[in-house]
T-cell receptor
Framework: AQTVTQSQPEMSVQEAETVTLSCTYDTSENNYYLFWYKQPPSRQMILVIRQEAYKQQNATENRFSVNFQKAAKSFSLKISDSQLGDTAMYFCAFSQVGAGSYQLTFGKGTKLSVIP | DAGITQSPRHKVTETGTPVTLRCHQT?????MYWYRQDPGHGLRLIHY???????DKGEVSDGYSVSRSKTEDFLLTLESATSSQTSVYFC?????????????FGDGTRLSIL
C-alpha cells in the first residue's frame, strides 16, 4: 500500500517570501501521479499542481512549483511571492497509474499561514 | 469550477439514525468518490463508483453503503450512524479512470452525530 507523509503539521511565511512544503511517499510502483491540493478556510479542495512520475521536468503553475525527486520519493511544493490568499491547508496526494488507480492517497496536511 | 453539489451542507443527528448524503454532478463524469476528512488523517476514501450501478469499497468502507442509479447522483448512506462517523464528507468526480484526469471536489458536508 502507498503512504504519503507530510512532516510539517504547521508552517508560516511572511507575505512576499518563499516557502517550501515537504512531502515524501512510499510506493513500489514505477509510474504514478502526485498532486498538491489546497484547502482554504472555506473548506474547498482545490487542485494546485500535479506531476507525472515519468516526466523528469518539474511541474510549474504560476507561483507554485514542485521539486520532484523520484529516487528519494520526495515531492515538495514551493510557493513563491506568498500572498495572504495562500493561507490554507495543503495536502500532498498520490495516485498510481493503471488498473485500480481509482484512489487518491492523501498525506495528513500542512497548515500554512501567510503573515502580513 | 466543476459542477458538484453536495447536500446537505451541514447535518446534526443522533446515534442510531440513518443518514443519507447526496452528491450531484453536472459534468457527466463517469467516476465519483466519497471521502471523509478527519483531523490528523487527511482525506480517506470510503467508496467509489465507476459507472451507474457500479461501485466498490475504499479504505474505510465499514458502516457505509452507496448507490448510483443515475450518472449524476452518488448517494452515501450511514445505515445506523455512530459518533465515530462524525466527520466532514467530500464527494469527488473525475472524467476517466486513472490519475491523468484529476479528481475535482465538492464543498463538503459537515456531519455531526450526537
Amino acid at each position: 500500500a502507498q503512504t504519503v507523509t507530510q512532516s510539517q503539521p504547521e508552517m508560516s511565511v511572511q507575505e512576499a517570501e518563499t516557502v517550501t512544503l515537504s512531502c515524501t511517499y512510499d510506493t513500489s510502483e514505477n509510474n504514478y501521479y502526485l498532486f498538491w491540493y489546497k484547502q482554504p478556510p472555506s473548506r474547498q479542495m482545490i487542485l494546485v499542481i500535479r506531476q507525472e512520475a515519468y516526466k523528469q521536468q518539474n511541474a510549474t503553475e504560476n507561483r507554485f512549483s514542485v521539486n520532484f525527486q523520484k529516487a528519494a520519493k520526495s515531492f515538495s511544493l514551493k510557493i513563491s511571492d506568498s500572498q495572504l490568499g495562500d493561507t490554507a491547508m495543503y495536502f500532498c496526494a498520490f495516485s498510481q497509474v493503471g488498473a485500480g488507480s481509482y484512489q487518491l492517497t492523501f498525506g495528513k496536511g500542512t497548515k500554512l499561514s501567510v503573515i502580513p | 469550477d466543476a459542477g458538484i453539489t453536495q447536500s446537505p451542507r451541514h447535518k446534526v443527528t443522533e446515534t442510531g439514525t440513518p443518514v443519507t448524503l447526496r452528491c450531484h454532478q453536472t459534468e457527466n463524469h463517469r467516476y465519483m468518490y466519497w471521502y471523509r476528512q478527519d483531523p490528523g488523517h487527511g482525506l480517506r476514501l470510503i467508496h467509489y463508483s465507476y459507472g451507474v450501478k457500479d461501485t466498490d469499497k475504499g479504505e474505510v468502507s465499514d458502516g457505509y453503503s452507496v448507490s448510483r442509479s443515475k450518472t449524476e447522483d452518488f448517494l452515501l448512506t450511514l445505515e445506523s450512524a455512530t459518533s465515530s462517523q462524525t466527520s466532514v464528507y467530500f464527494c469527488a468526480i473525475s472524467e476517466s479512470w486513472g490519475s491523468n484526469q484529476p479528481q475535482h471536489f465538492g464543498d463538503g458536508t459537515r456531519l455531526s452525530i450526537l
